[in-house]
């Protein structure tokens, strides 16, 4: 499965960005994560095909994870940017929203997008 992600830029503290990302294949698990400068990749939300959801307590609020399953597509709306929100994204596709094991297929898999760059200015 391959992952094309799209939507990062500048922008300012308030502001919002909209990031999608299409997957090449079926996938249960869409998600997001982040890193920011010098610091590890965290996860930011993840939605599993069935509508579960998994978000970071830091986004809570003003970040909004979808998917449209036909299009095999994860959308993050996120709204009231800080500068605490910039960060390279990833999009992942993944088994479960915990782990890499599908138990609707029974395999495992863990698949990468390239990020892209999310920049908030104060």
């Known amino acids: 499965v391959q992952l094309q992600a799209s939507g990062g830029g500048l922008v300012q503290a308030g502001g919002s960005l909209r990031l999608s990302c299409a997957a090449s294949?079926?996938?249960?698990?869409l998600g997001w994560y982040r890193q920011p400068p010098k610091k590890q990749r965290e996860l930011v939300a993840a939605?599993?095909?069935?509508?579960?959801?998994n978000y970071a307590d830091s986004v809570k609020g003003r970040f909004t994870i979808s998917r449209d399953n036909a299009k095999n597509t994860v959308y993050l709306q996120m709204n009231n940017l800080t500068p605490e929100d910039t960060a390279v994204y990833y999009c992942?596709?993944?088994?479960?929203?915990?782990?890499?094991?599908?138990?609707?297929?029974?395999?495992?898999?863990?698949?990468w997008g390239q990020g892209t760059q999310v920049t908030v200015s104060s």
């Open positions: 939605i599993t095909s069935t509508g579960f959801t």
């Open positions: 992942n596709a993944r088994g479960s929203l915990y782990g890499d094991y599908d138990s609707n297929t029974g395999t495992r898999y863990d698949y």
């Open positions: 294949g079926e996938t249960n698990a």
